[in-house]
């Protein structure tokens, strides 16, 4: 069984390997480094051995390879290190750059509850189906790992860069979102003059428009101006299609969070939230049969996919809107679709973001009866409005925290709990 992995040592990447003999057999593991540098070209490559390692003299390509076994019984042959690797046994090793001093190598477990602690800091969503749990933390994870140049591809239009910021935001990584945002913005890259496809542009206000609303509201008034331009632009190239629609509504979005709600409402009448058509329990199914057991999404491990899987997950488990008299009153709606199959089961929100606040939320039974405890952290915003209309249409909350036993089904109804014991 082989595992790879990168890190960082002393700032610098790592690349750390496992290979684990499952088998019932010795073995003789030889590790090698191709004799090519980082650019393909035939490289000489000299190999020296240390009591715990051994070092490859190029400085052009990688040149440290540290095993927690020791070298000392292997046998050196042509730039290989040949190690025993008895059954029921792991080799670890890992590969850096020239220079880097290596330290204690951590096993794949450390790595992967480091890179769930990474992932999950962002937030948490738990629903009843494990599948969407972990397509969530899956997915989100693998578009942190190209945030590093969302801004470049922001101000290029690059097609599936919208897509993707706005995946990111909704999926909570805040800290990734504003980076980028200041890129875009003392850099004076925001891409209004540049030439793209309607839908990528709109995709790319999308993204802007949710960046801004949950992770950097003031930074919304800096990028209305420039919001406006794209928006025209995308109504004069494509004046009936999806493009327009998704445009004006990223555009009212910013424009009713900077408090303009009527001028919001004459961009767009949802001024910008609520879930949008394409996102349903059945796009989702759809998407997880695209998914490989590692985690990679659509073909060739397609970013877009992931993207999509983030944004749908995340519409299922909570969804903003304008409602009450007039569309003026902030309201979040939890859990606006709860499949027949999920019955029963516990759904958790952590610290999830939404335009209205930070959201905490959980599901637990009574019977058939399903009771939600809730906690949203609104700031300065003023009263917000929460709604669970699958479980229980007609219960609706401005409490900032609370529980309550909402209707559930109509039948076999379980007794509540006394008064005065919690739902939890």
């Not at 996102?279 to 199914?285: F, K, L, Q, R, S």
């Not at 906690?375 to 003023?382: I, P, R």
């Amino acid at each position: 069984m082989h595992r790879a992995w990168m890190s960082h040592q002393e700032g610098r990447p790592v690349m750390s390997i496992e290979i684990e003999n499952l088998t019932s057999t010795p073995v003789g593991l030889a590790l090698a480094v191709r004799p090519y540098d980082l650019a393909g070209r035939p490289a000489t490559v000299g190999t020296a051995f240390g009591s715990d390692r051994f070092s490859i003299d190029d400085r052009e390509a990688i040149t440290t390879l540290q095993c927690s076994a020791q070298i000392r019984d292997t046998v050196p042959h042509e730039g290989a290190a040949i190690l025993p690797l008895p059954h029921r046994s792991t080799i670890r090793a890992a590969v850096a750059g020239h220079g880097t001093s290596l330290g204690t190598l951590g096993d794949s477990s450390s790595a992967v509850r480091g890179w769930d602690t990474l992932v999950t800091s962002a937030g948490r969503v738990v629903l009843p189906d494990d599948r969407l749990t972990v397509a969530f933390d899956q997915a989100r994870g693998r578009l942190s790992l190209g945030a590093h140049d969302l801004a470049e591809r922001i101000a290029d239009l690059a097609p599936e860069a919208g897509d993707e910021l706005a995946a990111v935001a909704l999926g909570g990584f805040g800290h990734q979102v504003r980076h980028a945002l200041t890129q875009l913005i003392d850099a004076g890259r925001l891409p209004v003059g540049r030439e793209g496809e309607p839908a990528a542009i709109a995709a790319v206000l999308d993204g802007l428009a949710w960046a801004a609303v949950l992770h950097a509201p003031v930074l919304g008034d800096e990028l209305l101006a420039s919001a406006t331009s794209l928006a025209r632009r995308v109504a004069r190239s494509a004046p009936g299609g999806a493009a327009r629609v998704r445009a004006e509504a990223a555009l009212a979005r910013l424009v009713a969070a900077a408090g303009q709600l009527d001028a919001a409402g004459t961009i767009a009448p949802s001024r910008g939230l609520g879930a949008p058509a394409r996102y349903g329990p059945g796009d989702v199914a759809e998407l997880l049969e695209q998914a490989s057991e590692t985690g990679a999404w659509g073909v060739h491990d397609d970013s877009s996919v992931a993207a999509e899987v983030v944004q749908s997950i995340r519409h299922l488990a909570a969804s903003e809107a304008w409602a009450g008299p007039g569309g003026t009153e902030p309201e979040v709606r939890v859990f606006p679709v709860w499949p027949a199959a999920w019955r029963g089961g516990r759904a958790e929100l952590h610290e999830l973001a939404t335009a209205f606040g930070a959201l905490s939320v959980a599901i637990r039974w009574h019977g058939y009866r399903p009771a939600l405890l809730w906690q949203l952290d609104a700031g300065a915003g003023g009263p917000v409005r929460l709604s669970c209309p699958a479980l229980d249409p007609s219960w609706s909350s401005s409490e900032p925290s609370g529980e309550t036993l909402l209707a559930g089904t109509a039948e076999e109804l379980g007794d509540p709990p006394a008064e005065g014991v919690s739902f939890s």
